[in-house]
């Protein structure tokens, strides 16, 4: 009987899924035909576009890997031999395919399934995954650790690596290509060539794909890889006959792989059930040393509105599965990522010097708007942000005006670049920080929680946070006007809360932060989006006969020393709200209230930041109701601080 996607759920116009239904763990595969696994994964496609329709997540890769996922589970002896998968924005398959079928539609829901590989989800998940470029390095751990024995309860096989062509472009991935080439050790790189039916990645390293295996003990499935190309549909024979050409011009006696010291195979169809099979159980049989096995997929395969939309469905929200119409809410205000793009191209139109970066999310971080009016002004630079941030370094000393836009939880990567290159030599790089605070369904392999804290320690940094959309852009125009080191200014993700906007940012005096209510015995002191959150708490104590002053902070480098020791004294508690980790801006108000001696005259002072966890996926509210970062939760820390709490139960 087949399970249901959803209790209560009218299942009449959902198809049927004979095979599937017999499918509890990957061991179900091992008894189905060829044949049978060819239609199997029709019944997975479908079953994951039915899953999705309802919660929305990433599926245009998912639906490119399914006969690939359907493959590798019936080909090799997972959880024993691991599959790590690069991102994991394509597991979907593999989700359905380990156990967790009737979970799909808790996908990125509170309490429900991670939209990524999770260790803790599943013995099927090796590896978690969220940033790019990881597998191929996790996987050679796995495959040297069998190698020095694992523990019985370990268990290591096989170490498969599925890495996408895009991915591929993480300078991580060719590290972990250098080291495994080196160490000689059986490991098995799967490259998931989705893009060469789309558009050429960035960088020519993406193209660098196609080189026929010559050598033993591979030579007789040569040919079979070879006429493989004249069977892909037309499209991807382009794709191939690209890569083919780009290698032809560049390459003498081998492809890069080889050079590196992997054996190479491909390119293959990889929706042709047959040929993946063949070669996969031959790679399995044979294989000694380091293989890379190059695997051509169309992303969006078999949906048609995926297969039509520009960027194959990659990210949607809930939809219907007839047209693909996604179904999306109306915003009551512009989102922060279209008033930060607005913001950049207005700086842009009055200032030819200002230049915008992004590590390969375009569209992500807004600056797609950028290049429609200053294409020769926006660079995107592929998933490197460690290169995004030296290039931005290098143009700035070049007397350009470079800003670097990614979200908080990716400009981690390039933390030693930010320290090496831009602050140590005081350049002007400015710093456009997406995504910061709880980010909802991606959970917390996308929480921008850290950025300020590594950031605000750096000598000369500049670090600003905006309460709201009409202070993203006049910290646009801040960090334009800004030449004497670098400068950075965060902001969340989604809409804003509906502010009037200036027709142009104007610049902020650096270091000053903002009165918002005067109030009296205790201060809030905002940095960030919570702002909204601080007002209404502040109406919920003046229904208790309470009235706080309300501060926005703005800076948390450099702090307004003057605003924060006026607030200390003049009060009898002092309070910091921010969407950050400790180590943030109340801890740099903490240092200055100590150093100023400040404490000896009796202030409580607390400091309200995220926990000292990884929260879950859930939507933006409940995550900062765990977080204890919510109106209700400033109420009641300003009534235990102020000692209100017990009075405040009693008349309730």
Not at 463 to 468: E, H, K, T, Y
Not at 485 to 495: D, K, V
Not at 525 to 553: C, H, S, W, Y
Not at 572 to 595: D, K, N, P, Q, R
């Amino acid at each position: 009987m087949r399970k249901t996607p959803k209790e209560g759920k009218d299942l009449t116009d959902l198809p049927t899924t004979p095979l599937l239904d017999r499918v509890s763990s990957p061991s179900d595969l091992k008894g189905l035909s060829d044949a049978e696994l060819t239609e199997l994964a029709g019944e997975v496609r479908q079953e994951m576009i039915g899953a999705v329709s309802q919660t929305g997540g990433h599926l245009g890769a998912g639906l490119g890997v399914v006969e690939l996922t359907v493959a590798l589970h019936a080909v090799f002896d997972t959880p024993r031999d691991r599959l790590v998968w690069d991102v994991s924005h394509q597991c979907y398959p593999h989700k359905i395919l380990t156990g967790r079928r009737d979970r799909m539609t808790t996908l990125r829901q509170k309490d429900g399934l991670s939209g990524f590989c999770k260790r803790k989800e599943s013995e099927y998940d090796a590896f978690g995954a969220g940033h790019s470029s990881t597998s191929i390095s996790a996987a050679l751990g796995f495959a040297v650790s069998r190698e020095l024995g694992s523990a019985p309860e370990a268990g290591v096989g096989d170490a498969i690596a599925i890495i996408g062509d895009g991915a591929l472009t993480g300078g991580m991935a060719f590290e972990a290509l250098n080291h495994a080439g080196h160490l000689g050790t059986r490991v098995i790189v799967i490259l998931n060539d989705n893009e060469m039916s789309i558009a050429p990645p960035v960088g020519a390293m993406s193209r660098y794909l196609n080189r026929l295996y010559a050598g033993a003990p591979f030579q007789e499935f040569k040919s079979l890889a070879k006429g493989a190309v004249r069977h892909l549909p037309s499209p991807l024979q382009e794709g191939a006959k690209r890569a083919k050409d780009l290698i032809k011009h560049v390459t003498v006696g081998g492809t890069l792989f080889e050079e590196l010291g992997f054996s190479y195979v491909g390119p293959i169809d990889g929706h042709d059930m047959d040929q993946l099979l063949t070669i996969l159980r031959t790679v399995k049989t044979r294989a000694t040393g380091p293989m890379l096995l190059h695997v051509i997929t169309q992303k969006g395969k078999g949906y048609a509105p995926a297969e039509a939309a520009a960027d194959r469905c990659h990210g949607v929200s809930k939809f219907d599965i007839v047209t693909g119409e996604q179904k999306k809410s109306p915003a009551n205000a512009p989102s922060y990522t279209k008033v930060f793009a607005n913001a950049l191209i207005a700086e842009a139109k009055a200032d030819r010097k200002v230049v915008a970066i992004t590590a390969a999310m375009p569209d992500g971080t807004g600056l797609n708007l950028f290049a429609e009016r200053f294409p020769e002004r926006c660079f995107d630079v592929g998933i490197a942000e460690q290169h995004g941030v030296t290039f931005a370094a290098g143009l700035a000393a070049g007397g350009q005006k470079p800003f670097v836009a990614i979200y908080s939880t990716f400009l981690q990567r390039g933390y030693d670049q930010i320290v090496h290159d831009v602050a140590i030599q005081r350049l002007p790089v400015r710093f456009a920080i997406d995504r910061a605070g709880l980010v909802g369904a991606d959970g917390a392999t996308h929480a921008g929680a850290y950025d300020v804290a590594f950031l605000a320690n750096l000598p000369g940094f500049v670090v600003m946070a905006a309460a709201d959309e009409s202070e993203l852009m006049h910290m646009v125009a801040t960090a334009a006007a800004h030449d004497e080191g670098p400068i950075a200014f965060r902001f969340p993700r989604g809409e804003g809360v509906g502010v009037d906007l200036p027709d142009r940012g104007v610049p902020l005096e650096i270091g000053k932060g903002r009165m918002i209510q005067e109030g009296a015995r205790v201060a809030l002191l905002n940095f960030g989006a919570r702002l909204k959150e601080v007002k209404e708490a502040a109406q919920m104590l003046a229904a208790k006969g309470i009235t706080p002053t309300i501060a926005d902070a703005r800076f948390a480098k450099p702090l307004d020393e003057e605003l924060i020791l006026r607030l200390a004294r003049d009060h009898e508690a002092l309070i910091t709200v921010e969407e950050g980790a400790v180590g943030g801006f109340g801890s740099h108000v903490a240092h200055l209230l100590a150093e100023k001696g400040v404490f000896d005259t009796g202030v409580k002072y607390r400091s309200m930041v995220l926990p000292d966890i990884f929260i879950d996926q859930a939507n933006p509210a409940d995550m900062y109701a765990v977080a204890g970062m919510n109106a209700p939760d400033i109420e009641a820390k300003v009534l235990d601080v102020l000692g209100e709490a017990d009075a405040a139960a009693r008349r309730a």
